[in-house]
């Protein structure tokens, strides 16, 4: 049944140069081992994507990468697409409690996101980082300070209240993938303020390590289909917005 | 069947001087005329959701306000609290097509509110507004100039693409409900800028004065139940944030 939702494939776009959003998304559809298309890493791709954005008489306008186009289906926002492919990619338990709890899991995810991108761009999108460099240097401060301990205790005292292997329980779902991402992001981005939280963070560093070593994460992350971490994505490696000691105040 | 999760009353935990997040979930209650308690806004309420925030045996924690108990179920994350009650208070049409696109806007608006709360505290919660003015300054002017049409303009096109009654099509849904509560906020905290806005959002525009004629909700903004704006909560009034004419640059 060529062209039925069921049996099409998924495409995937974001931006091609960064892992961003798009990762959590990747991460679920190569744990499942889900024939995808990252569209716009093709050539054309993201004119097709810009193109799509805008909608049709048959799919309605997107508001940003990324999206999933899966038969007639669009879907936007990481965590409606996750949410969409969890039940399909058998990466969520049954059942409308699980479910409830992984999306809750998933969007406080999404905030930490939201908030370890602010730090480079506190200001907004519109200007550069060297043109807001001071208040970046701020607001980064505050975010390793009182902000990742405070989202990553979160996720450790979800994990001591599952049972402490999964998020969810005895088995990994897609906000375990997420939550692996967000750890590998941070420890791109702020190695030092990192190796300061490791000892109030056991079950979460054991549930990355645990994520890394899943046979097909680990051809992923080998791949090239993992775009390497950079200064034009989300987590980005500024020394001076993650200094050796934390300032005093 | 006293203590079922069909017959139980719905509780709401959410900070009780403002109307932040929280009102989301009131309006979409308020709409659907659903027993609830806001457990916050009684003598104790604010230690009591505390408490409940720790977690339990039974219940796990709470990353923050607002969240829902219904029966033995504790729902936090705004957006996946209305995607637990829509359902339930018929305020989504049945289907997964349907809930999908619901849960997309929602996160959507849910972007735009998170970007409005950073307009007067884009260095971090942990400062007071007063000691992030200048960043706040350049951030609410950048807000003004080049997010708020952008997101309007993405609901307008949303309600050109589904018919221009409600967001999802003929009837109301919990997303309309979201839409007409950023447009009374950000029309209370940018009123110039809002005024500049008005022309380019004639369906949203018209969805706004729709969702406040509706009998329930015009009776819950007329009373007691319904917080006004005011300084504490997301959508603030700072004159010096919404200029009369934009900053040129």
């Not at 994507?49 to 007639?72: E, Q, W, Y």
């Not at 969890?86 to 999306?103: F, I, M, N």
């Not at 001591?160 to 939550?179: K, Q, T, W």
């Not at 054991?206 to 090239?224: E, F, G, T």
Request: aromatic residues 10%.
């Amino acid at each position: 049944m060529v062209g039925s939702v069921k049996s099409a494939r998924y495409e995937l776009y974001y931006w091609p140069t960064i892992q961003g959003r798009g990762e959590f998304i990747r991460l679920a559809l190569e744990e499942a081992g889900a024939p995808y298309v990252d569209v716009a890493r093709r050539p054309g791709g993201v004119k097709a994507m810009m193109k799509m954005m805008g909608g049709s008489a048959r799919t309605p306008p997107v508001f940003a990468p990324p999206f999933l186009r899966h038969g007639d289906r669009v879907v936007a926002q990481t965590a409606n697409v996750l949410a969409y492919l969890a039940p399909r990619l058998k990466l969520v338990p049954a059942g409308d409690r699980q479910r409830t709890a992984a999306l809750e899991i998933q969007l406080t995810i999404a905030d930490l996101v939201a908030e370890a991108h602010d730090t480079h761009h506190p200001i907004g999108v519109g200007l550069y980082y060297e043109d807001q460099k001071a208040a970046a240097k701020k607001r980064a401060g505050e975010f390793v300070q009182a902000r990742i301990p405070k989202f990553l205790g979160y996720l450790e005292s979800r994990l001591a209240h599952s049972g402490g292997r999964f998020l969810l329980g005895p088995r990994l779902s897609y906000v375990d993938l997420s939550a692996f991402q967000v750890v590998c992001g941070l420890t791109y981005a702020f190695p030092e303020g990192m190796r300061r939280q490791a000892r109030r963070i056991p079950l979460l560093g054991a549930l990355h390590d645990r994520v890394a070593d899943r046979p097909r994460i680990a051809a992923y992350l080998a791949s090239k289909r993992r775009i390497p971490f950079n200064e034009d994505g989300i987590f980005r490696r500024y020394p001076e917005l993650d200094p050796k000691e934390p300032p005093r105040g």
